[in-house]
């Protein structure tokens, strides 16, 4: 069974704070991504890798970074959090080979103060 | 225009109603099209897919993909409260390193007994 796991199923942060989101997987998934869900906005592409330390910016990446050291991890940095960071965060992860079947994790609710 | 369209709902049907899900695209290119459901609190995993045109079956839900009017649907036959989720279509043009899905904003379902 796939499993893709969040490092906090909630998170509140002060505004200017550094926060770092962490996202494994298991399956040996070359592609992982970041996404946030707001209502009415849908799912919007922050970030997503189909390497290590491959990066390719997504629809809204402006006040994010992202690294990928190992292939199983794919961290989401907030290098300033601001308030209107506040959003749930969604890590996804799939194979190349596969791309329409992309396995999410259970998201991270994330309150910026 | 946004490339991907989907009416939000919310859409309220009793139990055993058949219900159409739609979505529009605007970009000839896509050939992949998928449906993810989410059910609150959770991330979307992925229910149906389909390559270019044609319909596709499992159990009480088929795909129907048109791409001469870039139009997707998804159809739910005897609609069971366990099918209350949001459910979002997501589509690429390609299958390789580099591309990421592109998702509708995604249309809430409420089965009612």
């Known amino acids: 069974d796939v499993k893709v796991t969040q490092s906090s199923r909630y998170l509140v942060k002060r505004t200017g704070e550094k926060v770092f989101l962490e996202c494994v997987q298991d399956m040996d998934h070359e592609n992982m991504f970041w996404y946030r869900q707001d209502p009415g906005l849908g799912l919007r592409l922050i970030y997503f890798?189909?390497?290590?330390?491959?990066?390719e910016k997504g629809d809204i990446p402006e006040g994010y970074s992202v690294s990928r050291e190992k292939k199983e991890r794919f961290s989401l940095i907030l290098e300033s959090a601001s308030t209107n960071q506040t959003s749930m965060y969604l890590c996804?992860?799939?194979?190349?080979?596969?791309?329409?079947?992309?396995?999410f994790g259970p998201g991270t609710r994330l309150l910026v103060l | 225009q946004k490339e991907v369209e989907q009416d939000p709902g919310p859409l309220s049907v009793p139990e055993g109603a058949i219900v159409s899900l739609n979505c529009t695209y605007s970009?000839?290119?896509?050939?992949?099209f998928m449906w993810y459901r989410q059910y609150s609190r959770k991330g979307p995993e992925l229910l149906m897919y389909?390559?270019?045109?044609g319909n596709k079956e499992d159990g009480r839900f088929t795909a129907q993909v048109d791409k001469s009017s870039k139009y997707i649907s998804l159809f739910i036959r005897d609609s069971q409260p366990s099918d209350s989720a949001t459910y979002l279509c997501a589509m690429t043009p390609v299958n390789q390193a580099g591309t990421a899905l592109i998702f509708g904003k995604g249309t809430t379902l409420s089965v009612s007994s």
């Open positions: 996804a992860s799939s194979f190349i080979r596969d791309q329409e079947t992309q396995y």
């Open positions: 389909t390559y270019s045109s």
């Open positions: 890798s189909y390497d290590v330390k491959m990066k």
């Open positions: 970009n000839s290119a896509f050939q992949y």
